[in-house]
């Protein structure tokens, strides 16, 4: 096992497969409980929406069959929402999220202070480089031998 990087002496990060599965993760529970929620309120509101008095008596059997088709629905939304519940609380006491964000936390500003450093040495090369073009574009004019020319 290696380390995912960081000052010596500090605890280990997790690896960027491992913040990108957890991310993926959160993104695909946010998605699932946001379905859910919109299934139940749209299988509530045709509920209501059919729950009307009507005089024939086919009409109110189809409605009946919609409307246990509707409640069928929203109890699969609901029982659903409440197993991801459950999901979210055992990931929460198995995973430690708060500390999974803590080490990506922690793992960004150490990226963050290499990036630094690492464009304070570009820009350190690149002024090393200008004088040093500078300085042998001066050899080369001061030089008394040139090739030629072909103006």
Same mark, same amino acid.
């Given at each position: ?7 010596? *002496? ?5 690896? !960027?497969? #491992?913040?990108?599965? #957890?991310? /993926?993760k959160?993104?695909? +529970? %946010? @998605?699932?409980?946001?379905?859910? &929620?919109?299934? =139940? ?28 088709? $509707? #409640? ?5 939304? !609901?029982?659903? =929402? =409440?197993? %991801?519940?459950?999901? %979210? ?10 500390? =999974?964000?803590?080490? &990506?936390?922690? $793992?960004?500003?150490?990226? *963050? /202070? /290499? ?6 040495? %570009?820009? $350190?090369?690149? @002024?090393?480089?200008?004088?040093? +073009? ?7 004019y ?6 030629p020319?072909?103006?």
């Open positions: 096992m290696s380390k995912a990087g960081g000052a010596a *002496g500090s605890a280990p990060g997790p690896t !960027a497969a #491992a913040a990108a599965a #957890a991310a /993926q959160q993104k695909s +529970l %946010l @998605q699932k409980a946001d379905a859910d &929620v919109s299934s =139940l309120v749209d299988n509530f509101s045709s509920l209501i929406n059919i729950a009307r008095v009507n005089d024939p008596p086919v009409r109110n059997s189809q409605e009946a069959f919609q409307m246990e088709m $509707r #409640a069928a629905r929203m109890v699969h939304s !609901a029982d659903s =929402l =409440l197993k %991801l519940v459950s999901e %979210l609380k055992r990931t929460a006491i198995f995973s430690g999220l708060a500390s =999974l964000n803590e080490n &990506v936390d922690r $793992r960004i500003e150490v990226l *963050g /202070q /290499q990036a630094e450093g690492t464009e304070r040495m %570009l820009e $350190r090369i690149g @002024q090393e480089a200008a004088a040093s +073009l500078k300085e042998l574009e001066a050899h080369y001061s030089s008394v031998v040139r090739p020319s072909y103006d």
